[in-house]
């Protein structure tokens, strides 16, 4: 990036677009753009990758939401006598439900996506909660993050999700 240049100048040097220079400057610039229908003025190139990397960045939140809940759970099923950690690891669990199930209901082919890569996830998720548990986990996924966003928790773990 291009510090203290004005956007003329950046404009000027060779080989570099705005959106290579100043990313706050080529945003507003692209939207001035699309507003007034000057398609002709838009840097495609850049539009089109900016567009691709949304959806990578959904893809990697809701990844990362899964993730998260899944090795709560796992430890809150592993650890049940660790009563200290048991409402971060819930208030954890909630959130991340919750926004999956937002990812979910914004974009619903996000559904194909978590069920293709469920099972690769949960090895990372295993990875992450052996590493603090130091315990034997499940080589196959105990949740189904659908169920679990409906309030179906398994047996093992409603106990610590009746609020009252």
């Not at 089109?48 to 998260?68: D, N, P, T, Y």
């Not at 048991?86 to 208030?91: A, C, D, F, V």
């Amino acid at each position: 990036m291009v510090v203290g240049l004005e956007v003329e100048t950046i404009k000027t040097i060779p080989n570099q677009t705005l959106y290579q220079t100043d990313y706050q400057a080529w945003v507003k610039e692209t939207a001035k753009h699309l507003r007034a229908g000057n398609f002709a003025g838009l840097d495609v190139e850049a539009f089109i990758e900016e567009v691709e990397s949304l959806g990578h960045s959904e893809r990697h939140a809701l990844k990362f939401q899964w993730v998260r809940v899944i090795m709560h759970l796992l430890k809150l099923e592993a650890q049940p006598q660790a009563r200290e950690y048991h409402n971060s690891w819930i208030s954890s669990v909630v959130n991340g439900l919750g926004q999956i199930a937002d990812a979910l209901e914004d974009s619903p082919s996000l559904h194909g996506y978590l069920q293709e890569n469920a099972n690769k996830w949960y090895a990372q998720a295993v990875k992450e909660a052996s590493v603090e548990t130091r315990l034997p986990l499940p080589s196959q996924c105990p949740y189904d993050v659908l169920e679990l966003i409906t309030g179906n928790y398994p047996e093992a773990l409603r106990y610590f999700f009746i609020i009252e």
